[in-house]
Every structure is written in structure tokens, then in C-alpha cells.
């Protein structure tokens, strides 16, 4: 992948460079991990344990973004990634990532601005080919996950706002005697009282009076 400020890159183009990735990912303990395999690298024997370091990674709260190419989609469609779920885009690319919100943000730049915009392929996450619209996204992925882990060291603030903000909001309280209802009892009794004070047609006066004796 092309070079972004803050970003460190490692070209893997030979079998054994995937041990050392794995390596480096153990040693640099990276927040977010943008990851491409090339096809002519899906059948070397190292593949499998590089896959599992990045589920550990994802496993360990790590972002985890992992490329691959939709057709023919070997990796795509026989690599199970364990808390990584499979994406797809409008072009020949696929992705699998840990990170729901990432996930927008990558299908979205995949798939293009509009449906006149051609959507994204293999090509464009590659290390020779790699744009200036994907150094863009890595460039959003960061701050996406600097949101994250703001709101998780202020979970508590957070939680304890909201709490004050849903008790401002909820304006039906008990706050006195009054607010507080007497019971089937009492309506029943106020009820009587109404009628009894509701003249009758033809009913003369002294029945009145004697019903309130």
C-alpha cells in the first residue's frame, strides 16, 4: 500500500514475508491493520497462520481490515476469518473487517460517490497501485477509530450525560402529594358527589334536599 503520514507499510511479495508480518504485527502492537494478500500468495504454506494473526489482532480490539479480490474469491470464499465478517463491493473487491462502522465507511468508498462512479477493484489497494482516494480512506479509518476509543476512556461520561439528559427530558414526575392518586376508591366517591349534585328533570326540591341528608 502507497505510504500515508502516520501509516507504516510492509510489501509482502514472497512467501516468507508473511511470517515477518505476522512478526511485526506482535512487535508494533498496531491499532488498525489494513491488510492485502496478493492471489499469487493464497496457496503458500504460511498463508494460514498469517490469517490467524489477524484474527488475534481482531480478537485483541484491534481494527482489522482484510482485502482480497471477489472473483474468482478464493480467499473470499474459503476463508473463514473468525470475528472478521466478508463484505462485498460493486467492483472486483472484497473486504472483511471486525469494525462495523469501518465497514460503511470502506463500502462506501468501494462502491464509488454514485453509480456513475466506477467502483473499486483489487487494484486499488495494491502496493504499486495503490491512490491518493485510498490513502484518503486509511486516512478516515484512523479517525474512526480514534472516535472509538475516545468514547470508550469516556464511556461513563458519556453514560452518565445521557442519564441526566433522559430524566431532563422526562417531565411526568411525583414531585408532590398532590401528584400522587387517591385510588378506585376515592374517584368513586367524587363521582357520587357529581351526580348527586345534577338536578333531575320533575325531581322537587325536597328530594334534593333529602338526599343530601
Known amino acids: 500500500m502507497a505510504q500515508a503520514a502516520g501509516i507504516n507499510t510492509m510489501p ?10 505476522g512478526k511485526t ?3 508494533v502492537d498496531p491499532n488498525v491493520i489494513i491488510s492485502c494478500l496478493d492471489s499469487e500468495l493464497e496457496d503458500a504454506s504460511q498463508v494460514p497462520q498469517y490469517l ?6 481482531a480478537d485483541a480490539g484491534k481494527t482489522v481490515i482484510h482485502f482480497a479480490d471477489q472473483f474468482p474469491g478464493k480467499q473470499r470464499n ?3 476469518l473468525g470475528p472478521l465478517n466478508w463484505y462485498d463491493g460493486r467492483g472486483n473487491l472484497s473486504f ?3 469494525n462495523p462502522k469501518v465497514a460503511e465507511l470502506v463500502k462506501d468508498w ?10 473499486k477493484c483489487i487494484e486499488d489497494v495494491n502496493t504499486v497501485y495503490a491512490t491518493k482516494e485510498f490513502e484518503a480512506l486509511i486516512k478516515d479509518i484512523q479517525q474512526c477509530k480514534a472516535i472509538d476509543q475516545a468514547r470508550t476512556a469516556f464511556a461513563a461520561e458519556e453514560a452518565a450525560e445521557e442519564a441526566q439528559e433522559a430524566e431532563e427530558e422526562f417531565f ?5 402529594d398532590e401528584d400522587i392518586g387517591g385510588g378506585d376508591e376515592e374517584a368513586w366517591i367524587q363521582e357520587q358527589e357529581m351526580l348527586e349534585e345534577i338536578p333531575l328533570p320533575g325531581q322537587p326540591l325536597d328530594e334534593k334536599a333529602r338526599k343530601k341528608e
Open 96 to 98: 472483511a473487517t471486525n
Open 25 to 27: 504485527i506482535e512487535e
Open 78 to 80: 474459503q476463508c473463514e
Open 52 to 57: 490467524d494473526k489477524l484474527q488475534e489482532a
Open 172 to 176: 411526568d414526575l411525583i414531585e408532590e
Open 110 to 119: 468501494s462502491d464509488g460517490e454514485d453509480r456513475f462512479t466506477p467502483p
Open 12 to 21: 509482502v511479495s514472497a512467501p516468507q514475508h508473511l511470517t515477518k508480518v
